[in-house]
């Protein structure tokens, strides 16, 4: 499965105890308490947003309604945010968050925190029972979720509710067997029909993907796929050839969480990847701070997920 999915490490992941959200103020971030009324955020996710120069152009000022209007309606708007990202010489800040951790408004709340500074893309994950990418972070955080009774439909509500409000699109990350419950199509209408614009699965293997890829595609979903530090680079590249969005580059061999540092063989692989495709690369997996984010940058990266 390494070869695959690889590990999911790094992901940004908000805390009961990380009860703070982000405010754009000139080049910085200030932290805002739990009784401004808004949910979450970490001191973490905002180095990494400056370490990819991010805060200087993330007032809400710059995000029009029009364009929130249109993220939310455009077919494969991840494609169209990573293109234009891409086209203003800037790398695309991608956070993750958990669903439901620690209360499915503080996860509305995070979201529009992360949109008004400026995210160009955020990553919903689904709580999940038997997670096979994420380390014990995010276990922990799809734990309390579950706890809480946090359901697929709760969390599409979730996007319901912030999507005609937000300029980022939305990429929901679920396995497959939420999936196949529902029915693919009904998922894919369903998802889309509530604002999302992007779907990434890591569960399910590059030879399996057209149906989903096909359905998702009618649908106006971006399938993201993961391609990792022991992906063959002919595999590499069928992989390239086939994402949407974003070729999601893992940085690390393992499940998810913090790293200190990156490896230094995440630059090779980006260069491979670039001999392969023209399509924008976000790296994740292990990225806790601006540093990281910087050096990601530096190697040619499109993307930092955090």
Known sequence: MNATIGSVQGRYHVSARQQVCFRATGPRMERL???A???VASGMASGVASGVAKASVASKAAKTLAAKTLAASTPHAVTEAMASCKAAGRTAFIPFLVAGDPSLSATVSAIKALDSVGADVIELGV???DPLADGPTIQAAATRALQQGVVL??????VRQVAPSISAPIVMFTYFNPIMARGLDTFCEQISSAGASGLLVPDIPLEETDEIRKVATSHGLDLVLL???TTPAVRMAKIAD???GFVYLVS????????GTNETRVEGLIETLRENTDKSIAVGFGVSGPEQARQIKAWGADGVIV
């Open 33 to 35: 308490d739990r009784n």
């Open 227 to 229: 391609a990792t530090p």
């Open 37 to 39: 009324g808004l949910g």
């Open 127 to 129: 709580p999940y029972s």
């Open 242 to 244: 086939a994402t949407q």
């Open 153 to 158: 439909d709760q969390v599409i509500d979730v």
């Open 252 to 259: 690390v061999t393992g499940v998810t969480g913090m790293r």
